[in-house]
């Protein structure tokens, strides 16, 4: 199954529509940020030299974003640092533009939240906020990179006999993971994908982003996520990283025994969900000769253990 892509192109007179309904200063340049698997962002800079970020939301519907948004203006109004979409004249926060959804964020300095000690302590106290939140019915109770997505994948699989050496080992792997991962473990809002692509900062976190992810679950696998995202580099797992995760999170928010135990099995859960989703976007459904092979980064680390 081969999923198209649709993707926007933006013209001058359309961002600077879009720019007067925000009641923001006119255009003065593009330019077309890094990073965004499905998504196209583009920073705008303004004819007073001030910057805004214009969102092309090329892979979800309409309705899809209204929800997306939704998520970013409860963890704004519950003190969690994000985006949240600027609002237009006409009161909404999302425009529409050829059956895509459309919007203005407010530029954030910073890059990327790095990997030194702090940044990662602030990325453990934010996360452990971000668990103590009330939930919302923007929130669904389904990982959409996780067990639905490896079903999806096996139908697939099945209905065109495409079983890879991976989807062999991704649903045995899924089948004992369900009878090792608890139940009843404490439940929260998570992000779902913490990875530094996600998270702004300069030595702590200025804004966490992207939640098309975002669900409610289980607090500790959102934990173990960000271990994968910022925890290893070429050579392995860093225990120093690991460390300066848990401690900030604790600093906050204190894991149960039951969390504790736990570790192992949800680290490897979020592994193979990351694997699944490279391998559903780049080989299954959106084949890219430069990519299909991204997957194996995260299933080489299946081979390698870590005590939590």
Known sequence: MVIEMRRAEVEVDEANELLNQAGLPNLNSMEILQGGWDNTNILLTLSDASKVVLKVWNANTVEEVRRVVARHCHLDQHGIPTAVPIQLANGSLIAER??????????????????????????????????????????????????????????????????????????????????????????????????????????????????????????????????????WNDEGPINQRWKALLEGYESIRPLSQEEIFALPALHRYATLSIAAWRYWKHVMTQP??????????????????FNF
């Open 98 to 231: 050829g059956g895509m959804a459309w919007t203005l964020l407010p530029f954030i300095e910073g890059g990327m939240l790095g990997t030194d000690e702090n940044s990662l302590k602030s990325l453990g106290e934010t996360m452990a906020l971000l668990h103590q939140i009330p939930a919302a019915d923007c929130f669904p109770g389904n990982y959409r990179m996780g067990w639905s997505l490896f079903e999806e994948m096996f139908v697939i699989a099945d209905e065109t006999d495409t079983w890879s050496d991976f989807l062999v080992t991704l649903k045995k792997e899924s089948e004992s993971l369900r009878n090792q991962i608890l139940k009843d473990l404490p439940q929260g809002i998570l992000h779902g994908d913490v990875f530094p692509d996600n998270v702004i900062g300069d030595g702590s976190v200025a804004a966490i982003l992207d939640l098309e992810e975002s669900f409610i679950g289980p607090c500790a696998f959102d934990l173990v996520m960000a271990f994968v995202g910022f925890g």
């Open 288 to 305: 890219d000769e430069s990519l299909k092979t991204r997957y194996l980064e995260m299933t080489e680390r299946l081979e390698i253990g």
